[in-house]
Nanobody
Framework: QVQLVESGGDLVQPGGSLTLSCAAP????????MGWYRQHGGRQRELVAT???????NYGDSVKGRFTISRDNVKNMVYLQMNSLKPEDTAIYYC?????????WGQGTQVTVSS
């Protein structure tokens, strides 16, 4: 059983910043693409950002220029730096490890952007 553990979710004011963290097992981290998705209410889960094992990143259109994904291949951690947060960024953020047909998800961490 692969376990991903997210942390860092919080209540933050509009325009503020927040960093999410995700810890993954070393057995998969070095070869898997890691990513962040989010889900608000009953909406479909949407892409936030992904980063390959080689460090190539990809972002959803709604977060480009504001969010930055990074990974630490020594600590087996992936991070999501979120700047200029907006109320519409409010969601549960899920960490993902993916390779081919194998997808593993974390339990999610709540981010609320509100004044």
């Amino acid at each position: 059983q692969v376990q991903l553990v997210e942390s860092g979710g919080d209540l933050v004011q509009p325009g503020g910043s927040l960093t999410l963290s995700c810890a993954a097992p070393g057995s998969i981290f070095s070869v898997y693409t890691m990513g962040w998705y989010r889900q608000h209410g009953g909406r479909q889960r949407e892409l936030v950002a992904t980063i390959t094992s080689g460090g190539k990143s990809n972002y959803g259109d709604s977060v480009k220029g504001r969010f930055t994904i990074s990974r630490d291949n020594v600590k087996n951690m992936v991070y999501l730096q979120m700047n200029s947060l907006k109320p519409e960024d409010t969601a549960i953020y899920y960490c993902l490890a993916t390779m081919g047909v194998y997808d593993y998800w974390g339990q999610g961490t709540q981010v609320t952007v509100s004044s």
